[in-house]
């Protein structure tokens, strides 16, 4: 299954959690709706057994679409505009920019109460939350090339065009898994 994601707005080197949460909250509408026009996913969710890919937190409930139940994996192809000159994901020293980090942490659910803002309330439509990734640990490649965002709102505005390729590690018997 191939499928974009967007999403524009602030973009953290080490982000907070409620940061990542932001972006997670921000690619949600996109990814329920994902998840409704697949019918594989959609099949689970009318038949029940999307309980088993729910992952309750502080009370909160997140669901992945690359998931260990699947045995799926996801390549990610990232376009990153930003008010920077192109290029400079390397820094000085040699350390790589910790904005992918901080997206892909906002791509996953979160791993404990520690990942989420505090006093954090979800809207009555992000119950649960869609996410992309189950962990990001789940993430097979990642390609990423950026260029000048013109005319941004402030320094640390960015859009991405986030380009997914979902795969199974499993075929399930020459039985592939999943498609629109």
Partial sequence: MEFILTYEGPLASNGRPDQK????RALHPQ??????????????????????????????DFIAIV????DFR???????????????????????DN?????????????????????WIPEPDETPLHCLLEDDGFISRVNVRTSQLLNPPDPTHVK?????????????????????
């Fill in 21 to 24: 949460n932001e972006i997670r």
């Fill in 31 to 60: 990814l329920k709706d994902l998840w409704s026009c697949s019918r594989a996913l959609d099949h689970l969710r009318t038949t029940g057994e999307d309980s088993n890919l729910l992952r309750t937190i502080d009370g909160h």
């Fill in 67 to 70: 998931h260990s139940f699947f």
């Fill in 74 to 96: 996801a390549k990610l192809d990232i376009l990153i505009l930003r008010p920077e000159q192109p290029g400079g994901i390397v820094v000085a020293g040699g350390d790589i």
């Fill in 99 to 119: 904005r992918p980090k901080t997206l892909f942490d906002a791509l996953a659910c979160p791993r404990g109460v520690r990942d989420l803002p505090k006093n």
């Fill in 160 to 180: 991405l065009i986030i380009e997914v390729e979902v795969q199974t590690q499993n075929t399930f018997g020459g039985l592939a898994i999943i498609g629109p």
